[in-house]
């Protein structure tokens, strides 16, 4: 049960990693939401694969899926943060 708990932050902070250096632009985030960043990825991907019929229930997704998913979440997280006050102020 604890290695399969570990291998998700790893293969987490792995996915989340490659999304970050493919995206461009500067994200400011740690490791811990890198990780967190990843594993989000992995599971929404998972989530929209299996609704899809690309998974089976119980299925995870791929790596490929699961940075795509990754770079969606930080595509939005971006977005959010960008749209919420990016201009000068007074």
């Known amino acids: 049960m604890e290695r399969g708990i ?6 987490g902070l792995v996915v989340g990693a490659i999304a970050r250096f493919v995206m ?5 985030m740690g490791w811990i939401l890198t990780c967190l960043l990843g594993i989000g990825g992995s599971l929404a991907a998972g989530f929209i694969g299996q609704v899809v019929g690309w998974y ?3 299925e995870g997704a791929g790596w490929i ?3 795509v998913g990754a770079l969606v979440l930080l595509f939005i997280v971006g977005k ?5 006050g990016s201009g000068s102020s007074s």
Request: glycine share 18%; charged share 20%.
């Open 56 to 58: 089976r229930p119980g």
């Open 6 to 11: 570990f291998m998700t932050i790893v293969v």
């Open 65 to 67: 899926a699961s940075v």
């Open 80 to 84: 959010l943060k960008g749209g919420s």
């Open 24 to 28: 461009p632009g500067e994200q400011k």
